[in-house]
């Protein structure tokens, strides 16, 4: 199947910094990637879909100037908390579908974020 | 996007079959239903996908009544390695639809 990376795995960054987490599909096009947040023993939120070339689209609650989201090309989208608080902490999930394969919705291997 | 309800836990011996069974009453007309698996500190992985009767492949089987309102996930002979959180998902299969995940089921497989 196909593969989706993330990077980094894991990160600590101190309170008030930014933070750039990577999602990359290897071996396929991705017109379309989608971030997720989970934090212990709760279920997968969605957060934003992004989509390559135009404006991601944020779910209710989820501030758009906060958590920036950037899919400039066909395998990569990328998610930077801005400014981030020890609340931000959490597992960060990217995944993206195979449109032009088996149309399955591949999960990266997450980041896990603490903040400081 | 049809909401699914699922136990929120389940426990099994090694080597038993284990059936986790979903809700989804609301289940449109062109909405698939996806199974996924999440160890800690993972992605979730596609366990199997179907849309009626029954599929299965080498890890699981997927039973669909007629009326696609439940589903029911089968692994047979479950071992340690198991242990996991089991997600349910409806949803149509298109490139743009995010999958919206529930409590899941949390199972754990004892020796």
């Known amino acids: 199947g196909a593969v989706v990376s993330q990077h980094p795995s894991r990160v600590i960054c101190k309170s008030g910094t930014s933070v750039k987490i990577e999602c990359r599909s290897l071996?396929?096009?991705?017109?379309?990637m989608f971030w997720y947040r989970q934090f212990p023993k709760q279920s997968l939120m969605l957060m934003a879909t992004?989509?390559?070339?135009?404006?991601?689209?944020?779910e209710q609650g989820v501030e758009k100037d906060k958590f920036l989201i950037n899919h400039a090309s066909l395998t990569l989208s990328t998610l930077t908390v801005t400014s981030a608080h020890p609340e931000d902490s959490s597992f960060y999930i990217c995944?993206?579908?195979?449109?032009?394969?088996?149309?399955?919705?591949?999960f990266g291997p997450g980041t896990r974020l603490t903040v400081t | 996007l049809a909401k699914t309800t699922q136990p929120i836990s389940m426990d099994s011996y090694e080597g038993q079959e284990v059936n986790i069974t979903c809700s989804h009453n609301?289940?449109?007309?062109?909405?698939?239903i996806t199974w996924y698996q999440q160890f800690p500190s993972q992605g979730p992985r596609f366990i199997i996908q179907?849309?009626?009767t029954k599929v299965t492949n080498e890890v699981a089987s997927l039973f669909i009544p007629a009326d696609r309102k439940s589903s029911t996930l089968s692994l047979p002979r479950v071992s340690l390695s198991d242990t996991a959180v089991y997600y349910c998902?409806?949803?149509?299969?298109?490139?743009?639809?995010?999958?919206?995940f529930g409590k899941g089921t949390r199972l754990s497989v004892i020796a």
């Open positions: 995944s993206a579908r195979d449109g032009a394969g088996d149309d399955e919705q591949y």
């Open positions: 071996d396929f096009q991705a017109t379309t």
């Open positions: 992004s989509n390559e070339g135009s404006k991601a689209t944020y």
């Open positions: 609301n289940i449109a007309t062109n909405d698939y």
């Open positions: 179907g849309y009626k």
């Open positions: 998902l409806v949803a149509p299969n298109s490139g743009n639809t995010p999958l919206v």
